[in-house]
């Protein structure tokens, strides 16, 4: 018996330190492997933190190659200049790959592909578009505009003649918007070459020479037969993947708020106040992920700090209004500088706004009702009324009065016969002042 416990105590602890010799085990992998990296969709912060964890893992194991496949519309500023910076800087060859076919490498997917030491595309891709902005997708005007732009030539100039590349186009890429197929692209010394696949990209690049920086040169060998390691997104960056989404974001904001003031209202549900404070968390979690003005998020949650104290410190509407206020600042202020396809469903944004409003309104509403009722109980709701004396008062004894029997004394000192009619003037505690009430003449 105190074997076979034994071995249940054992059992466990032994299939952990399997999985984590199997999981350290699968870590390492033999130098001179090909990394494939993947960009699909907008360029942000999740794809800069991605691509900067799987090149630190390639250069650490290693490796003779990194492919970055891609396929974008575009994305951040901010994003690509780390991501550029980062290839710059790279100790291992980095080859960008606009695939599959069909593919496009537009705006910020050009300035990274003119930075790789190879730049490669499918049939039917195409790059370019590259001109500046604003958030909506309109033109920036004026000194603002000028300047945005003649930082993005610059920067695009500098990336092209550092990879021998031709600046000129890249410029119009910029200035002008212009867009190149593949097989202009590559004429116009834009790209290295195109390529059908994998496996022909390597082929046609085994045996050359890259230039990773000044006097640091590296010749690409044993390529077509050398290990292929796919470097995804971890769990977590999966995670902040699919809460970097603004309009997701802005739904958990909402329901969570929605849930807190339900559970403020009415108190020890539990569940809505649960359930509201965890998407609020996640919520803004989403929008950290999201390169997001900080005040903007400082004031959505001054908002909601206002629309919850309104439900317990009548102010006439004060603290609404201001949270009001507070929630449209910052959601302007949020993503005034984002781009279109990192903003909110405006009108998703608006139907929940009213949603949230209307909510609001109906709670504080019943709320105000309640606190009229019960400020109308109780002795209070006494003053007023008429009485029927069960007793003489002398000037104590007892009256009757919506359907109870109460204590009572005659504010003038004097006497009433039982049957008499008083009206109550006063109340304190359970005991009532009354008067006798004085009869019309006819």
């Given at each position: 018996?105190?074997?076979?416990?034994?071995?249940?105590?054992?059992?466990?602890?032994?299939?952990?330190?399997?999985?984590?010799?199997?999981?350290?085990?699968?870590?390492?992998?033999?130098?001179?492997?090909?990394?494939?990296?993947?960009?699909?969709?907008?360029?942000?912060?999740?794809?800069?933190?991605?691509?900067?964890?799987?090149?630190?893992?390639?250069?650490?194991?290693?490796?003779?190659?990194?492919?970055?496949?891609?396929?974008?519309?575009?994305?951040?500023?901010?994003?690509?200049?780390?991501?550029?910076?980062?290839?710059?800087?790279?100790?291992?060859?980095?080859?960008?790959?606009?695939?599959?076919?069909?593919?496009?490498?537009?705006?910020?997917?050009?300035?990274?592909?003119?930075?790789?030491?190879?730049?490669?595309?499918?049939?039917?891709?195409?790059?370019?578009?590259?001109?500046?902005?604003?958030?909506?997708?309109?033109?920036?005007?004026?000194?603002?505009?000028?300047?945005?732009?003649?930082?993005?030539?610059?920067?695009?100039?500098?990336?092209?003649?550092?990879?021998?590349?031709?600046?000129?186009?890249?410029?119009?890429?910029?200035?002008?918007?212009?867009?190149?197929?593949?097989?202009?692209?590559?004429?116009?010394?834009?790209?290295?070459?195109?390529?059908s696949d994998l496996d022909e990209l390597l082929a046609r690049i085994e045996g050359s020479t890259v230039t990773l920086r000044p006097g640091a040169t590296v010749t690409l060998t044993g390529l077509p037969e050398a290990e292929r390691v796919t470097a995804n997104m971890t769990i977590w960056e999966r995670v902040l993947e699919v809460l970097a989404n603004p309009t997701l974001a802005t739904i958990l904001i909402s329901v969570g708020t929605l849930g807190l003031i339900f559970e403020l209202s009415?108190?020890?549900?539990?569940?809505?106040?649960?359930?509201?404070?965890?998407?609020?968390?996640?919520?803004?979690?989403?929008?950290?992920?999201?390169?997001?003005?900080?005040?903007?998020?400082?004031?959505?949650?001054?908002?909601?700090?206002?629309?919850?104290?309104?439900?317990?410190?009548?102010?006439?509407?004060?603290?609404?209004?201001?949270?009001?206020?507070?929630?449209?600042?910052?959601?302007?202020?949020?993503?005034?500088?984002?781009?279109?396809?990192?903003?909110?469903?405006?009108?998703?944004?608006?139907?929940?706004?009213?949603?949230?409003?209307?909510?609001?309104?109906?709670?504080?509403?019943?709320?105000?009702?309640?606190?009229?009722?019960?400020?109308?109980?109780?002795?209070?709701?006494?003053?007023?009324?008429?009485?029927?004396?069960?007793?003489?008062?002398?000037?104590?004894?007892?009256?009757?009065?919506?359907?109870?029997?109460?204590?009572?004394?005659?504010?003038?000192?004097?006497?009433?016969?039982?049957?008499?009619?008083?009206?109550?003037?006063?109340?304190?505690?359970?005991?009532?002042?009354?008067?006798?009430?004085?009869?019309?003449?006819?």
């Amino acid at each position: 018996m105190d074997r076979r416990k034994a071995v249940r105590l054992a059992l466990p602890a032994l299939m952990l330190a399997v999985g984590i010799a199997a999981a350290c085990g699968g870590s390492e992998r033999e130098p001179g492997a090909v990394y494939l990296l993947r960009i699909d969709g907008g360029i942000g912060p999740i794809t800069e933190r991605y691509l900067d964890r799987a090149m630190d893992e390639a250069e650490e194991s290693g490796a003779r190659l990194i492919v970055i496949g891609m396929d974008t519309p575009g994305g951040f500023s901010s994003s690509m200049r780390e991501i550029v910076q980062r290839i710059e800087a790279a100790d291992v060859p980095v080859a960008v790959y606009v695939s599959p076919w069909g593919a496009r490498a537009a705006s910020a997917g050009t300035f990274i592909t003119m930075a790789a030491h190879v730049a490669v595309m499918a049939p039917n891709t195409s790059i370019g578009a590259a001109s500046a902005v604003n958030a909506d997708g309109s033109d920036i005007e004026g000194d603002l505009g000028r300047k945005v732009e003649n930082d993005s030539v610059s920067f695009i100039r500098g990336i092209a003649e550092l990879r021998g590349r031709n600046a000129d186009w890249a410029e119009r890429a910029v200035r002008r918007a212009v867009s190149a197929t593949q097989t202009e692209a590559v004429e116009l010394n834009v790209v290295d070459f195109a390529a059908s696949d994998l496996d022909e990209l390597l082929a046609r690049i085994e045996g050359s020479t890259v230039t990773l920086r000044p006097g640091a040169t590296v010749t690409l060998t044993g390529l077509p037969e050398a290990e292929r390691v796919t470097a995804n997104m971890t769990i977590w960056e999966r995670v902040l993947e699919v809460l970097a989404n603004p309009t997701l974001a802005t739904i958990l904001i909402s329901v969570g708020t929605l849930g807190l003031i339900f559970e403020l209202s009415n108190p020890g549900l539990v569940l809505p106040g649960t359930v509201g404070v965890i998407a609020i968390i996640v919520g803004f979690l989403a929008f950290g992920a999201l390169p997001v003005e900080t005040a903007g998020l400082v004031l959505i949650g001054a908002a909601l700090f206002f629309f919850a104290l309104e439900l317990f410190v009548p102010s006439g509407g004060i603290l609404a209004g201001g949270g009001l206020v507070a929630l449209v600042l910052g959601a302007i202020i949020a993503f005034r500088d984002t781009p279109t396809e990192f903003q909110p469903n405006r009108i998703l944004v608006g139907v929940l706004g009213v949603l949230l409003v209307v909510m609001f309104v109906s709670m504080a509403v019943g709320l105000t009702r309640m606190r009229k009722l019960r400020s109308a109980t109780g002795t209070e709701a006494l003053v007023g009324r008429m009485a029927i004396a069960r007793t003489p008062l002398a000037p104590d004894g007892l009256v009757f009065i919506e359907g109870e029997r109460w204590r009572a004394e005659l504010e003038d000192g004097g006497d009433a016969p039982e049957g008499e009619r008083v009206r109550v003037v006063s109340a304190s505690g359970l005991r009532l002042l009354v008067r006798k009430e004085k009869e019309t003449d006819p």
